[in-house]
């Protein structure tokens, strides 16, 4: 319980000390890896009822041969490979944006350091301190979470291209 | 300047005219010939004037030596006196140095003493020249000016009477300085009005007056309105000023020799308002730039909403309905019944080729905004460092403040571009996410729709 508050303070410090832009940061990271988990989760669950209810409605199915049969095959594979990619362009944009949010925290930063170099004449290097960290610590954070991101969706990325590759096999004309 | 001019000449010309109507009183020429002969007339008189001057010298000449010998009597009588004033100068000097010696002993311990009191006053003005418990109690200094005054001057001495206020004085600053007060007094709003109101002083740190925080000017005594508040401490001021009993939040500002120098330099970081304007041109422009992203993408996902339910209902129905994208192109099949499949195929393209561009209009204008944004903001952040260097290259690169104030206003539109970037680029992710599946359902299932539909009859 102890280390658990202990963790907990540690992040807020870590929040306070990269201002603002972070939690941003950290909402678009959170909405990331929601919806890489979904993804993960579809892949893992009820994608295997789509295929395998796309399969029975081929396979039941009189003849597979005619041009009715084959625009029906089409209709199969597009609306499951819908489901499969759904939110992937979503994620995608998602790890891009991570290192711009960084960027705007670190521009937002500098602009805070400058402030205080207004403010105060550039004399004290100390209260500057708060404006570098407002500047450096999401641009850090945001290239961890696109990083991070990055790895995830590559990796959904090659299952949604071979979930639908395998899909589009399972459904023969050759019977 | 003209005007003045023209005086000024008129003024001359009279002035000359007066001088020469002066000279010529006497012996008025009346043409240039009569003038020669006046000027040769005044020479041969002048030459009289000479000679009897010189009359008049040779005359005194006897009397010179007389003169000469009563004032030689008068400097040796001088010379006396002055030396009997010496010798008096001189006696009264011993008798003075004696005096002060028999000063110093009589002052004894006390002339230590006097030191001390005297720094001690000095120590005290300096405190209350900073004091926020000044713009309670005024007017404190007068009296130890006087103090200093009196003690610094060899001939007066301080009354017992003093010495125990310049006592009270310092407990007085002491104990006024834990202390939160409240009294009334005439506040300087920032529009120039000044009103009497109910002011508490926290310790010797701020001073608050119906929540706001005030700055308070030693040297002309005057108390002001802060122009810009600390917002997220004005509402904890408002409640200390209420309170009456018992312990209240408020926050303080112990910063510089009297306290609020971190709140005066407040006034100089500018609002978000203020930072903005501070983007200048590129950053008006990008906003513009951003506000219309945000109308298209509005627009377009009302659109698309529209589009994509009807699409969804239509998948429902058998009968072709042409108030949606999908319905029309089943209408194309539902109009050939009985053309061969690649005929079919080929009508089927063509009507979707139709639709594709009412479904994907305006996206990749946000596309390009996305993209344009940040460079913007670039563009802004250049011309802005250009403006900085400009400065550099007249200034110098000696003040500091000068430039930073130009770069942070290079950096705003940088901030903006991201701004408008950022959302715009989630925007047209998610549209064009909603526009793909009507696309998909058209271009990829609109065959099998049909195909389904011909074999359920």
Known sequence: ?175 | MNMFAKRCLIVAAVGLFGASTAFAQDDQAKSLDELLKMVQQSKISESKEHKQREAEFLRDKANQQSNLNKAKATKAAEERRSEELEKKYKEQEIQVAAKRKQLQERLGSLKELFGHLTSTAGDLRSNINTSVVSAQYGDRTVFLDELIDKMNSATKLPKIEEIEKLWYEMQRETVEGGKIASFTGTVIKPNGDKLTQTIVRIGNYNLVSDGKYLTFDPKNGKIEELVRQPDAFTANAAALQNATSGFTKTGIDPTGPAGGSLLQALINSPSLEERWHQGGTTGYVITAVGAFALLLALIRFFALVGISSKVSAQLKQEKANPNNPLGRVLKVAEDNPNVDGETLELKLEEAVLKERPAIESGLQLLKIISMVAPLLGLLGTVTGMIVTFQAITIFGAGDPKAMAGGISGALVTTVLGLIVAIPTVLLHTFLNGKAKRVLHILEEQSAGIIAENAEKK
């Open chain 1, 1 to 175: 319980m102890l280390a658990l508050m202990d963790a907990i303070a540690a992040i807020n410090a870590f929040m306070d000390t990269g201002g603002p832009i972070l939690k941003w940061i950290a909402a678009l990271t959170f909405v990331m890896w929601t919806l890489i988990f979904e993804r993960v989760w579809y892949f893992k669950g009820s994608l295997k009822g789509d295929v395998q209810s796309a399969l029975d409605t081929w396979e039941a199915r009189k003849e597979r041969k005619s041009w009715n049969a084959h625009q029906v095959r089409y209709a199969l594979i597009s609306r499951i490979s819908e489901k499969i990619n759904g939110n992937m362009d979503m994620i995608a944009t998602m790890v891009a944006l991570c290192p711009l949010l960084g960027l705007l925290g670190t521009v937002t930063g500098m602009i805070e350091v400058f402030n205080i170099l207004a403010v105060t004449g550039g004399g004290d290097a100390k209260s500057m301190a708060s404006g570098v960290s407002q500047a450096t610590i999401p641009t850090m954070a945001g290239m961890v979470a696109a990083l991070s991101g990055l790895f995830a969706n590559t990796f959904l990325t090659r299952t949604a291209e071979n979930e639908a590759q395998l899909l589009a096999d399972h459904l023969t004309m050759d019977h």
